[in-house]
Structures are given as C-alpha cells and as structure tokens.
C-alpha cells in the first residue's frame, strides 16, 4: 500500500521557519522524482520545490528561492522541506508528490497545514 505521511506544519510567526517532512512506503522511493506542491484557500496547487532521484538537482518556485530548500535521505524514503524566513503569504496546505517519469504514476499525501501568522 503506498503511503505518503506529510509531517511537520503548524503556526509560525513571519521570519520563522519549519522543516516538513514526508515518509513514504509502498513503492521504490529513490525511482521517484520528490515534488512539494502547496494550495492556498481559494488559489490553485502550485508546485514549491523539486528533487531528482538521487537528489543531485533541485528546482524552486520563484517565490520561494533563496528561503525553502529541498533535500531527501533515500535510505530513509524521507524527503524534507526546509522553510526558513517564512511570510504570511506562503500560509497553505503542503503536499508532497511522488513521481515517477518515465512510468508517468504519481503518488499524492494528504497534506500538512502550514499557517504564518502573528
């Protein structure tokens, strides 16, 4: 059964950071290109940040380059999310995605509340 567990969210006040994690079980995580994507209320999901499978490049939404960056521990089937000098704007569920490119399968958690607030 695959299985992504997002973890990590909470409250944190503008300039704050959080570290997201997601564990994955099921299918061969270091086959998977790691996607975070994040959806606002009433906005579209967009995608935050990208790992290959071996974690040798990295791509970032503009929006959040120089602040959030990706990483992923394939011997622990975890990728993470570090998000330092946070702003109300980036306020969204967080989603990790899983996907496989050549196969074209993807593979969604269920999402990690993140709220920047003072």
């Known amino acids: 059964q695959v299985q992504l567990v997002e973890s990590g969210g909470g409250l944190v006040q503008p300039g704050g950071s959080l570290r997201l994690s997601c564990a994955a079980s099921?299918?061969?995580?270091?086959?998977?290109?790691m996607n975070w994507y994040r959806q606002a209320p009433g906005k579209e999901r967009e995608l935050v940040a990208s790992i290959t499978r071996a974690g040798g490049s990295t791509n970032y939404a503009d929006s959040v380059k120089g602040r959030f960056t990706i990483s992923r521990d394939n011997a622990k089937n975890t990728v993470y999310l570090q998000m330092n000098s946070l702003k109300p704007e980036d306020t969204a569920v967080y989603y990790c995605n899983a996907e496989h490119t050549i196969l074209g399968t993807i593979y969604w958690g269920q999402g990690t509340q993140v709220t920047v607030s003072s």
């Open positions: 099921g299918f061969t995580f270091s086959r998977y290109t």
